[in-house]
């Protein structure tokens, strides 16, 4: 049983490069997440998806794009990469039915913009 | 909107000892409120969770959770800590907000268990 599977773990980008953060679950869960997390400030979430089709923004979404054109994949991409992107970010999914649920994360991928 | 407060952002403790972790929520809606651990290099896993019922929440590693709906609390205790248990612990609160279900986290509370 896989969860939610993130890639790549590890990442340094040269300012201006772009890239893309891949993010997959086999739970068939129809929320999707992406957070960034920096040292003291917790998880910010940047984007979010109710469903295949449907994307919308959190707190932080600026320098950020999304997609969700199936279930299982939810990337996030940086097109043009700031040292103010160096952070953790966090995939989550959750299966949300009408009373919240849990989220499960992916083991987070660790970008550097250098 | 909803919001977190966690009132520590270390707490060290010896081993054995008795630990709380403090955490506040506002929020204009009915909520639901949860406590997230992060072993290191790891991803965030669920600790407990209220959602409604007895206000008292256990996890299966002896953690427990009150929620005070007048102090607006959710605080986090554990009568003997282990060695185990040092981790970062995340308050989160969920509401609906934007017609979407949400979840807001707290800046973490660092708990560092020394032998």
């Known amino acids: 049983n896989a969860g939610v599977t993130q890639t790549p773990k590890f990442r340094i980008l040269k300012i201006g490069q772009s890239m893309t953060l891949q993010c997959t679950q086999d739970?068939?869960?129809?929320?999707m997440y992406w957070y960034r997390q920096d040292p003291g400030m917790g998880l910010k979430l940047i984007y979010y998806?109710?469903?295949?089709?449907?994307?919308d923004k959190g707190e932080v979404p600026n320098g950020y794009n999304v997609s969700r054109s199936t279930t299982e994949d939810f990337p996030l991409r940086l097109e043009l990469a700031a040292p103010s992107q160096t952070s953790v970010y966090f995939c989550?999914?959750?299966?949300?039915?009408?009373?919240?649920?849990?989220?499960?994360f992916g083991e987070g991928s660790r970008l550097t913009v250098l | 909107a909803q919001s977190v407060t966690q009132l520590d952002s270390q707490v060290p403790v010896f081993e054995e000892a008795p630990v709380e972790l403090r955490c506040n929520y506002s929020?204009?809606?009915?909520?639901?409120l949860f406590w997230y651990v992060q072993y290191p290099n790891q991803g965030l896993q669920l600790l407990l969770k209220?959602?409604?019922?007895?206000?008292l929440v256990e996890s299966i590693n002896g953690f427990e959770a009150e929620f005070n709906k007048s102090q607006t609390s959710f605080h986090l205790r554990k009568p003997s800590v282990h060695i185990s248990d040092t981790a970062e612990y995340f308050c989160?609160?969920?509401?609906?907000?934007?017609?979407?279900?949400?979840?807001?986290f707290g800046a973490g509370t660092r708990l560092a268990v020394h032998p």
């Open positions: 989550a999914s959750e299966n949300w039915t009408g009373n919240t649920g849990e989220l499960f």
């Open positions: 739970m068939n869960h129809n929320y």
């Open positions: 998806s109710v469903g295949a089709g449907i994307t």
């Open positions: 929020s204009s809606v009915s909520v639901y």
């Open positions: 209220y959602l409604s019922g007895s206000t």
């Open positions: 989160a609160v969920s509401g609906f907000s934007g017609g979407y279900n949400k979840l807001i």
